[in-house]
């Protein structure tokens, strides 16, 4: 039972996910030791301060950051016509396509060929779904090309609206 299990032979990451990870831990790192430099710079700077000074930085903090955000309450609610941008409709432009229902409906028919591919390939995907080795090609194909499974609804559609009419 302890050899029973099948061996997960992984295949080496394309160059381009390499790089990018690769990229993205320098930019990790170059951020990591700006971040330390900046500390030990404000800790050489601020070593001198006593008690008595951090309490009153941080009073003098508190109290410029909430006066500043009264004031933009008091501004937000008082006459702020200045401010206001202006509400004008929006304008057609003269030499711009003109849309219409009539022009834009689509002359082209579905042959029953056709239509039975779409039914076939649509088998083909959900039969891909039942075994393991099908999910990932399933997978596969919808991260490649997602919407598809949509547009072949659009295009069954179409197809059945045909016959309706």
């Known amino acids: 039972m302890l050899f029973s299990f ?4 992984k295949k080496a990451p394309d160059k381009a996910d390499y790089f990018q990870g690769n990229l993205l ?13 900046c500390a030990h710079w404000m ?10 000074s ?10 410029l950051t909430s ?8 501004g ?14 929006i304008a ?4 711009g396509r003109q849309f219409s229902a009539e022009k834009d409906k689509i002359n082209v028919s579905i042959s029953t060929a056709e239509f039975e591919k779409i ?10 779904g039942h075994s393991a080795t099908g999910k990932k090609v399933q997978d596969s194909i919808m991260r490649y090309h997602h919407g598809l499974l949509d547009s072949l609804t659009i295009v069954e559609k179409y197809y059945h609206s045909q016959f309706k009419k």
């Not at 800790?43 to 008595?52: D, I, M, P």
């Not at 937000?76 to 409709?89: G, L, Q």
């Open 6 to 9: 099948k061996r997960n032979n």
């Open 25 to 37: 831990r320098q930019f990790e790192e170059a951020n990591l030791r700006v971040q330390h430099k």
């Open 43 to 52: 800790e050489r700077k601020t070593a001198h301060l006593s008690r008595k």
């Open 54 to 63: 951090w309490i009153l930085i941080l009073i003098c903090f508190t109290v």
């Open 67 to 74: 006066g500043y955000s009264i004031y933009l309450m008091i």
């Open 76 to 89: 937000s609610f008082s006459d702020t016509a200045i401010n206001v941008e202006p509400i004008t409709t």
């Open 92 to 95: 057609k432009t003269t030499n």
């Open 119 to 128: 039914v076939r390939f649509r088998r083909y995907m959900e039969r891909l």
